[in-house]
């Protein structure tokens, strides 16, 4: 009997060496910031099974080599960005969907958790999140003539990470440069 044992737990020292854990960093997206010497870098980092331990954008000076990660919150999943470039109002800015706000309450940010558009400097030093808290972005696209931002999406009223029959899509109408809703489309 104590021969089996000794034999068990050998084993299961063995299996617990085999799994070697260990993290992969990836840059997945590189996007030059036009009008600017900086480049962003989306940065991955990966676990042995190919789990996402954390994400991060950086912002690359090209000119000095200085970077600078973008901080949103503690945890967070990156899920696009694109800058946003009108000379004629005078706007430049690189807008991101994010999944920042643990809003179904687990402890962990996943995919049942809302999309924020957050504004982010092309220099990677200011942040403005621009919708609320359960607001969940489906998509956004910029009107150039007048500077506008339209975001379509939903209010998450109960929290469960689903868009729900009584949870009206709606259209929000926002100004690039002050960030502010002008309209709200029912």
């Not at 063995?14 to 989306?42: C, P, R, T, W």
């Not at 991060?56 to 470039?85: L, M, P, W």
């Not at 706000?101 to 990677?124: A, E, H, Q, W, Y």
């Not at 899509?169 to 690039?176: A, G, M």
């Amino acid at each position: 009997m104590k021969r089996y044992l000794l034999f068990l737990f050998c084993l299961a020292s063995f299996s617990m060496y085999g799994q070697v854990v260990f993290e992969l960093i990836s840059f997945n997206k590189l996007v030059d910031i036009k009008g600017s010497d900086h480049m962003i870098a989306l940065e991955v980092n990966t676990n042995s099974l190919g789990d996402i331990n954390s994400m991060s954008i950086i912002f690359i000076n090209t000119k000095t080599g200085e970077a600078k990660i973008a901080d949103f919150a503690k945890e967070y999943i990156i899920q696009d960005f694109k800058q946003v470039k009108i000379d004629s109002l005078g706007i430049n800015t690189v807008l991101a969907t994010v999944r920042m706000f643990d809003l179904d309450m687990n402890g962990r940010i996943n995919t049942k958790d809302p999309i924020t558009l957050v504004s982010l400097g092309v220099d990677g030093e200011t942040k403005d999140i621009i919708t609320s808290k359960n607001f969940s972005v489906r998509v956004w696209e910029v009107n150039e003539q007048n500077g506008t931002l339209v975001i379509s999406g939903y209010y998450d009223n109960d929290r469960n990470g689903r868009y729900d029959p009584y949870e009206k899509n709606e259209l929000l109408i926002y100004d690039l440069k002050t960030f502010k809703l002008l309209y709200k489309i029912k």
